[in-house]
């Protein structure tokens, strides 16, 4: 089993402010996504990274993978009420289906 | 877009009562997954198929709840007798390939009485 670890759980910034979310895994991973859930909404995939130092970047929140640390990490810059939002991170293994998701972080972002 | 159907989209009913959740999952996708979400216990993962095979279903409580895939275009989720500690949203998920993420269906909020 994979156990996906995130942290913080919950997060309080400002407007403005950088800030990085953390995602750490139990054993290899070959793939890890992003989600973003809205509150009483669905999960929206944000970033698929399949390789050892991965980045993407949208806008304001750019995510990268260190499979040698087992750490992926979410940064955001600059932020803005609109990104408040409870950001899942899921680890796959190269073999089987299965997603682990971590416990989520929620993020609200204050003016 | 593609996307995940769930029905219904909100569901209260007593305790005691059959709860049946449908899911829809994107054309083509092969692999569909059932996922529980509480306040307390947060996304748990209650079963999953591949080509409408059943491959886990570990995290189900097995005396009342059943999943199955009667077709490709179709995935159930019932739960007999329900139980007022059932309350939550459920959401189906579709993947295909191995790299690809999974679609999220928007859910069904399950209210317990």
């Known amino acids: 089993e994979l156990k996906v670890e995130q942290n913080p759980l919950f997060l309080s910034m400002q407007e403005g402010k950088n800030y990085t979310i953390y995602c750490n895994y139990s054993?290899?991973?070959?793939?890890l996504y992003w989600y973003r859930q809205d509150p009483g909404k669905s999960l929206e995939s944000l970033f698929v990274?399949?390789?050892?130092?991965a980045v993407k970047q949208e806008g304001r929140l750019m995510a990268s993978l260190d499979t040698k640390a087992r750490l992926s990490t979410l940064h955001i810059t600059a932020a803005v009420h609109d990104l408040s939002a409870t950001y899942f991170c899921?680890?796959?293994?190269?073999?089987?289906?299965?997603?682990?998701f971590g416990t989520g972080t929620s993020l609200t972002v204050i003016p | 877009d593609a996307r995940v159907t769930q029905t219904p989209r909100h569901k209260v009913t007593e305790m005691g009562q059959e709860v049946t959740m449908r899911c829809q999952p994107i054309?083509?996708?092969?692999?569909v997954f059932w996922y529980r979400q509480t306040m307390m216990q947060g996304l748990e993962l209650l079963a999953y198929?591949?080509?409408?095979?059943?491959?886990?279903d570990s995290g189900m409580p097995k005396d009342r709840f059943s999943a199955e895939m009667p077709d490709a275009t179709l995935a159930t989720l019932k739960i007999q007798p329900s139980e007022p500690r059932d309350s939550a949203v459920y959401f189906c998920?579709?993947?295909?390939?191995?790299?690809?993420?999974?679609?999220f269906g928007d859910g069904t909020r399950l209210s317990i009485l």
């Open positions: 998920a579709s993947g295909l390939e191995q790299t690809q993420p999974q679609h």
């Open positions: 054993t290899t991973s070959d793939r």
């Open positions: 990274l399949l390789s050892n130092g």
């Open positions: 899921a680890g796959k293994r190269y073999t089987g289906n299965q997603f682990y």
């Open positions: 054309l083509g996708h092969n692999t």
């Open positions: 198929f591949r080509n409408r095979a059943p491959l886990d």
